[in-house]
């Protein structure tokens, strides 16, 4: 997670020392499955193992449910599964380390790996598994490396398996194509190439409906931790995805960079002349959406996989409309974001000996074969799905009621085109936003600040950031001056938190990454 998240309750050093002594005592007297430490690789058998996940679903899968057994007997398990709802997981995964009553493989939520995660790992809770990855083809091939670098902890190794989502085409800047058309206009690549677009589109009448109702850019203000939309600007000319960059060999704030001035200059000549909402500083999230359903802006913040949700309001004034009609951008000034590639982890904890944690990894590897993870997303056929003409044919409803997306929250395989392409497209739709995606990935970057630990940013940075914001918003609107801007920057830049914050960052970036 981004280090300037707001973090939950973490764990204290009593109750720590506590899940040690009993990770200790579990050592001894056999791990929560009830396989003892005289149980190792040579053991032919199912592997016996205790799970904790959370559950997204009103009802958990019971003990004897369908497609568990199914992936139980494809992977030679017999899986003793908690589900904890997600409205409870965090306060019982708590309970669980500080009681040492850790099951053999367990789901760590992303707002928890920087509080109670990482003070596990330095108190030697969990496997490090970075030296056995290798052994294990699906954690290599179907996890990115983006993934695998960004899950890292503060020695650089890894304590667990990130539980894989896309990493590239992450949210960037979607454009209405069938008015670029109408106005004889590119696919903008540059920032002067992307006003032009939005001049025109809040000028120029791209709808043909001979009035002057449009605006370019459809935007807001984000929370202050996230730079979204607009923030996406900001990152357009500062080359960098994220609040921070690693330059001269160190972290610096991607804001108090030279870029950055001509980046709010060049948002202020959009909201000076209009090309976003001139609101755009109280709007919500659901407004800016309007915007684009409504058919009233030509820009939007979205992947590209999204777009059928604005299709379908859009065609309900113009029949016509559809997702060929929308055209993802490539990148601006050589820019565009890569995604973490990864949505929480699962760890292993050190009670489990050696040889059952490699069984546990092959477990791991074998539910990733697609046969088997197929399982899950399809259930069984005739009940959860039907092949037509050699199609799988997925009842959504009764798939969802017999669990299948439930297995989803502990193994997990992400197509690499998720982002950007759904089955339902056109055929020509998915492979034009194909190729657009592997044209992304050539430039794409991802937030290399996600998942440092600085204390002070802990206690500091939450407020630093909302200054920052609100003095931006200021310098947008014209309520600011550049030159105020300029002074706000010198006097932030030397501020003693700010500064330890940055040293911070660079420490624990140069020590997760082997930079120096």
């Known amino acids: 997670m981004k280090i300037n998240r707001k973090m939950l309750v973490s764990v204290s050093a009593a109750m720590l020392a506590a899940s040690m002594l009993a990770a200790c005592g579990a050592n001894n007297a056999g791990n929560a499955s009830g396989t003892s430490q005289g149980q190792t690789a040579q053991e032919t058998g199912p592997l016996k193992l205790s799970i904790m996940s959370i559950l997204l679903s009103a009802n958990p899968p019971a003990n004897d449910n369908a497609i568990k057994k199914l992936i139980e007997k494809a992977t030679n398990t017999e899986m003793t599964i908690q589900w904890v709802s997600a409205n409870s997981y965090n306060d019982k995964l708590n309970v669980s380390l500080a009681s040492g009553d850790i099951p053999d493989l367990v789901y760590i939520p992303p707002e928890l790996m920087q509080t109670t995660f990482r003070t596990a790992v330095q108190q030697g809770v969990f496997w490090d598994v970075t030296n056995y990855i290798k052994d294990y083809p699906n954690l290599t091939n179907k996890i990115s490396k983006t993934a695998w670098d960004l899950s890292k902890m503060d020695d650089g190794k890894n304590y667990s398996i990130p539980r894989p989502r896309p990493s590239e085409a992450d949210a960037f800047f979607v454009i209405r194509k069938d008015w670029l058309d109408n106005l004889g206009l590119k696919v903008p690549t540059t ?114 996989g999204s777009v059928t949700e604005y299709v379908n309001e859009i065609k309900k004034t113009n029949p016509n409309f559809k997702e060929s009609d929308f055209v993802p951008l490539t990148n601006l000034n050589g820019y565009n974001p890569k995604g973490p590639g990864f949505a929480g982890v699962l760890a292993i904890p050190k009670k489990v000996d050696e040889a059952k944690m490699k069984r546990i990894l092959k477990m791991i590897d074998t539910w990733m074969n697609d046969d088997v993870f197929n399982i899950q997303q399809y ?63 050539k430039t794409s970057s991802a937030d290399i600040s996600f998942g440092l630990f600085s204390q002070t940013a802990q206690l500091s940075l939450p407020e630093f950031q909302k200054k920052v914001q609100d003095m931006k918003v200021k310098v947008i609107m014209g309520r600011e001056s550049l030159a105020a801007w300029d002074d706000f920057v010198n006097k932030m830049k030397v501020d003693p938190n700010f500064v330890k914050i940055g040293q911070e960052l660079t420490e624990a970036y140069q020590k997760r990454s082997g930079t120096k």
Request: charged residues 30%; proline residues 5%.
């Open 191 to 304: 920032t002067d190439e992307f006003y032009n677009v939005l001049k025109q589109f809040t000028e120029n009448d791209p709808d043909k409906n001979g009035k002057k109702d449009t605006i370019g850019l459809a935007a807001n203000v984000t929370p202050p931790d996230k730079m979204e939309g607009l923030g996406q600007l900001e990152y357009s000319f500062a080359g960098a995805n994220g609040f921070w960059k690693y330059t001269d060999n160190k972290m610096q704030y991607s804001a108090f960079q030279p870029e950055e001035r001509k980046a709010l200059e060049f948002m202020n000549k959009l909201y000076t002349e209009k090309l976003i909402p001139e609101d755009f500083a109280s709007m919500k999230a659901s407004q800016v959406k309007d915007l684009v359903k409504a058919g009233k802006a030509g820009v939007m913040w979205e992947k590209a």
């Open 379 to 441: 259930g069984i056929e005739g009940i959860d799905h039907t092949v037509k003409d050699g199609v799988k044919v997925v009842d959504a409803k009764k798939l969802q009621e017999n669990g299948g997306p439930d297995f989803n929250q502990i193994v997990y395989v992400a197509d690499p085109y998720a982002s950007s392409i759904k089955n339902y497209f056109p055929k020509d739709v998915q492979e034009t936003y194909k190729k657009i995606q592997d044209e992304r990935a």
